[in-house]
């Protein structure tokens, strides 16, 4: 009996090793792609695609997780986030002001802050939704107002990420 319920729990282990590891790699599939993504030249095309994009990966870690998936709430998670950050907002302020000082520079600036922004909130996006599944939450218990102050951090990672 003993020696099957150390074999049984040596199993959950790999089981959920096996589940993080997938996860996460997902997780940095995705905030590269989002980076990539914040290129693109005409920036409401380019922030819908990586919302697009973060909707595909939260399909994602609910398949890996078994967990229900509701588009409608990752949605509202993602823009709740994204609002909140400002990301994109922030950089489309610091592109325009410098559109009218050096017209040159908005574009090279452009090219190099939203894909950061887009890697870094998606990275934070990801690990958050592995963790609160991880932990047996689902869509409908997540709070995005609780964790917000954890996506900060999760958003300075997702910057290391993709400084990489």
């Given at each position: 009996?003993?020696?099957q319920?150390?074999?049984?729990?040596?199993?959950?282990?790999?089981?959920?090793?096996?589940?993080?590891?997938?996860?996460?790699?997902?997780?940095?599939?995705?905030?590269?792609?989002?980076?990539?993504?914040?290129?693109?030249?005409?920036?409401?095309?380019?922030?819908?695609?990586?919302?697009?994009?973060?909707?595909?990966?939260?399909?994602?870690?609910?398949s890996?997780?078994?967990?229900?998936?509701?588009?409608?709430?990752?949605?509202?998670?993602?823009?709740?986030?994204?609002?909140?950050?400002?990301?994109?907002?922030?950089?489309?302020?610091?592109?325009?002001?410098?559109s009218?000082?050096?017209?040159?520079?908005?574009?090279?600036?452009?090219?190099?802050?939203?894909?950061?922004?887009?890697?870094?909130?998606?990275?934070?996006?990801?690990?958050?939704?592995?963790?609160?599944?991880?932990?047996?939450?689902?869509?409908?218990?997540?709070?995005?107002?609780?964790?917000?102050?954890?996506?900060?951090?999760?958003?300075?990672?997702?910057?290391?990420?993709?400084?990489?």
């Open positions: 009996m003993k020696i319920a150390t074999i049984d729990g040596t199993l959950e282990q790999m089981k959920h090793k096996k589940l993080t590891s997938r996860a996460k790699k997902t997780v940095k599939i995705h905030a590269v792609i989002s980076g990539a993504m914040g290129v693109i030249p005409l920036p409401p095309v380019g922030v819908a695609m990586i919302i697009a994009n973060n909707l595909k990966m939260l399909h994602k870690l609910s890996i997780y078994g967990v229900e998936y509701r588009k409608d709430i990752g949605k509202a998670a993602i823009s709740s986030f994204l609002v909140g950050c400002g990301t994109f907002s922030i950089s489309g302020r610091i592109i325009w002001g410098l009218s000082v050096a017209p040159m520079a908005a574009p090279v600036i452009g090219v190099v802050t939203i894909p950061l922004f887009a890697t870094s909130a998606t990275y934070a996006i990801g690990q958050l939704f592995v963790q609160h599944f991880e932990s047996g939450g689902t869509f409908l218990t997540f709070d995005p107002d609780k964790v917000r102050g954890h996506y900060a951090e999760l958003f300075k990672e997702g910057k290391e990420l993709a400084n990489t």
